[in-house]
């Protein structure tokens, strides 16, 4: 079966991972911008690492016959320095009409501080003031409620937002209630130690049905697995779950919720079925 990942961080994955996604059934992902590992320093270095999302990771994905897209912000971990964030808030706008940029994101709280959410809540004027839809990280672990609910006041408040065009990541059991019921998408993340597992994934699936739900893996730097959507894909065939409500989840989801944007350029392919997975 063909499936898009919506969120995964290529450039802290080698080559090697781009050839497997691709033997797995990997036709597109999307890329956020996130942490480096370390606080930069300038605007100058966001702007070198948005040109590598822009111009390099296409050319490294398409080697294997992979579309990449990519988002663009200052991560939250980031986001304590509000002067550094502004200016690369300012910055973005010069790259939004490249090809493959689809949006704002990951943008969102980390540890639920007043200058995350000030960082948080000018990325959103700036999406809204450019048409641009948003992709939005929500905390890891303890602070993962009480960020959520922060973050969905925040959009909540802002009757300039079209819910449709926002996408929620790294939904758990206790939060995509909250993130569904306001009219947003919702992303669960597959990780190996926290977020979703593909069998807690499934059950959200059945508890709430397939609308505006969509899986990655939010591969990065740290412990991670680029081919957890196929293991989304093997636990729901294992639980008796047809190919066509798979695939929504895991393809056509992603489509409808990319396609929003003016530069999902998608060229989808020739057949549905894909034999590596």
Not at 117 to 128: P, R, Y
Not at 146 to 167: A, K, S
Not at 197 to 205: E, F, K, L, S
Not at 218 to 223: E, M
């Amino acid at each position: 079966m063909y499936y898009i990942d919506p969120h995964i961080h290529m450039v802290s994955r080698t080559t090697d991972d781009y050839e497997t996604l691709a033997k797995m059934g990997c036709v597109a992902l999307s890329e956020p911008a996130f942490w480096a590992g370390y606080d930069r320093g300038s605007v100058d270095g966001f702007r070198d690492y948005f040109e590598q999302l822009i111009g390099f990771e296409p050319k490294r994905a398409g080697w294997y016959g992979i579309q990449h897209f990519c988002w663009l912000c200052i991560n939250a971990k980031e986001a304590e320095n509000v002067a550094l964030a502004r200016e690369v808030i300012a910055m973005i706008p010069q790259f939004l009409d490249r090809p493959g940029v689809l949006g704002i994101g990951e943008i969102g709280l980390n540890k639920n501080t007043k200058n995350e959410a000030t960082v948080f809540l000018e990325h959103i004027d700036l999406a809204i003031r450019t048409d641009e839809q948003i992709l939005i990280h929500t905390p890891h672990l303890e602070d993962k409620y009480q960020g959520t609910r922060m973050i969905l006041d925040m959009l909540c408040d802002d009757g300039r937002v079209n819910r449709e065009r926002v996408l929620v990541d790294h939904v758990e059991e206790h939060t995509v209630r909250h993130v569904l019921d306001e009219g947003f998408w919702a992303g669960m993340t597959l990780y190996p130690v926290s977020k979703c597992t593909p069998g807690r994934a499934a059950d959200i699936v059945e508890l709430y049905g397939p609308e505006r739900l969509l899986v990655n893996s939010a591969g990065d730097w740290g412990p991670s697995k680029p081919t957890a959507v196929p293991d989304f894909i093997l636990e729901m065939r294992r639980r008796g779950h047809s190919e066509s409500l798979i695939r929504r989840v895991v393809y056509d989801n992603p489509v409808a919720f990319f396609s929003q944007s003016r530069n999902f350029v998608f060229n989808p392919p020739d057949v549905t079925e894909a034999a590596g997975v």
